[in-house]
């Protein structure tokens, strides 16, 4: 079977009909302005209430499309930002040697952060003093999580973990 050729159009209209898609849903999760009111109301001074998408074309040129942020998909979102944990922007790179997951945790310090994992999966928790964050991520290789290597700089969380031969 031929594979598609994906044109620059079909790209972009994909893109366009994705995000038409999640910005529908995502005002419905707040159709009713007098809850975002009341999120902001009960928001601890400091804190931000974030939602939003990050766009990537992928290897095979579809663009792939994720949604972050600390404001849950439902309208429960008020008791969630005033625990104030926030889902990090997270780029898992699958190599044929290791995996890279680069994540985007500022206004902590590197022992702020914790590492969980095994061989398929690995966790992201970190506790700072103003700004708390978790992510799970699952692998699709199996990888050697003891040989992992983490790096923290500038707010960015760089974790190298080789994979399984």
Do not use: C, H
């Amino acid at each position: 079977m031929k594979k598609k050729k994906w044109t620059f159009n079909d790209i972009f209209m994909n893109l366009f009909k994705e995000m038409e898609e999640m910005q529908e849903k995502m005002m419905k999760d707040f159709a009713d302005f007098e809850d975002f009111e009341k999120m902001m109301e009960k928001g601890k001074p400091g804190k931000m209430a974030v939602r939003g998408v990050s766009i990537k074309i992928g290897p095979d040129g579809k663009p792939v499309i994720r949604e972050f942020g600390n404001i849950p998909p439902q309208r429960k979102a008020v008791k969630e930002i005033d625990e104030g944990e926030r889902e990090p922007l997270v780029d898992v790179v699958e190599g044929e040697k290791e995996v890279i997951v680069v994540a985007e945790v500022p206004g902590v310090t590197k022992q702020d952060i914790t590492l969980k994992g095994d061989s398929k999966k690995l966790e992201i928790d970190v506790d700072g003093k103003k700004r708390n964050y978790y992510k799970k991520i699952e692998f699709k290789k199996a990888v050697d999580y003891k040989k992992k290597k983490m790096e923290y700089k500038n707010g960015i969380l760089e974790v190298r973990i080789p994979v399984k031969k």
